[in-house]
């Protein structure tokens, strides 16, 4: 896998992020993310402004590993790129946007959850997929079944992932990482809960090892 790949898988979790206020918000959420050792987040389009965050973010702490998802369009890739923006996450295999991905060297990881779409996947000269949405989409269950016919790929499951089923999810070793929201709720964003935020962040690090001790 290529370099930023390797950071995500490495890192075990994801932070899933909707900035409804990226000016007021995304430093001191980077901040938080950084202090809980979680330095990655995805910042998703789902928000206006999701290339200001990312800009914010990576100004607040440069050595955090940040991406954008719910990316539908070549414009969205365009501004998280301007933005300093270091992968794209899209919620389906888009091939043309994934080309345009490929033509800037920028990690792309679409949302595959069959056969059909893995094998879209695989001609395009993917090794880590988006696994969303993971848990009503059959979950670790359907994860590992899809792996059998393809083994090139390392999976990042969205959608569902929680404290009590992370630890789950990463002891198979298909999965490169979890993205989650879990940890950057609209609720202890609006209310600049930034310690909870480290602390829900602390607690996913603690479960990734813990994982992959076994």
């Given amino acids: 896998m290529d370099p930023i790949s390797t950071t995500l898988a490495q890192t075990g979790v994801v932070p899933v992020i909707k ?14 993310l950084c202090a809980g050792d979680l330095p990655v987040a995805e910042v998703t389009f ?22 954008a998802g719910t990316v539908t369009t070549r414009e969205q890739i365009d501004l998280t790129l301007t933005a300093g923006g270091q992968f794209i996450v899209s919620p389906g295999l888009d091939p043309d946007l994934v080309l345009y991905c490929q033509e800037k060297a920028v990690p792309v990881y679409p949302g595959c959850t069959t056969a059909s779409e893995y094998h879209a996947a695989l001609k395009l000269g993917l ?4 696994f969303f949405p993971a848990e009503q ?18 999976v990042m499951p969205t959608g569902g992932i929680t404290l009590a089923n992370l630890e789950e999810y990463l002891s198979c070793p298909v999965i490169a990482a979890c993205g989650g929201s879990y940890m950057t709720t609209a609720s202890l964003i609006e209310a600049g809960n930034w310690a909870e935020i480290t602390r829900l962040c602390q607690e996913s690090r603690a479960i990734v090892k813990k994982a992959r001790s076994h």
Wanted: aromatic share 4%; with cysteine.
């Fill in 137 to 154: 989409s059959g979950g670790l269950a359907k994860i590992k079944a899809l792996a059998a016919p393809f083994p090139q790929f390392r």
């Fill in 19 to 32: 900035l409804d206020h990226p000016h007021q918000d995304a430093a001191p959420l980077a901040q938080a």
């Fill in 46 to 67: 789902r928000a206006p402004g999701a290339d200001a965050a990312i800009r914010l973010m990576k100004e607040a702490c440069p050595h955090m590993l940040v991406g």
């Fill in 127 to 130: 090794e880590l997929i988006k």
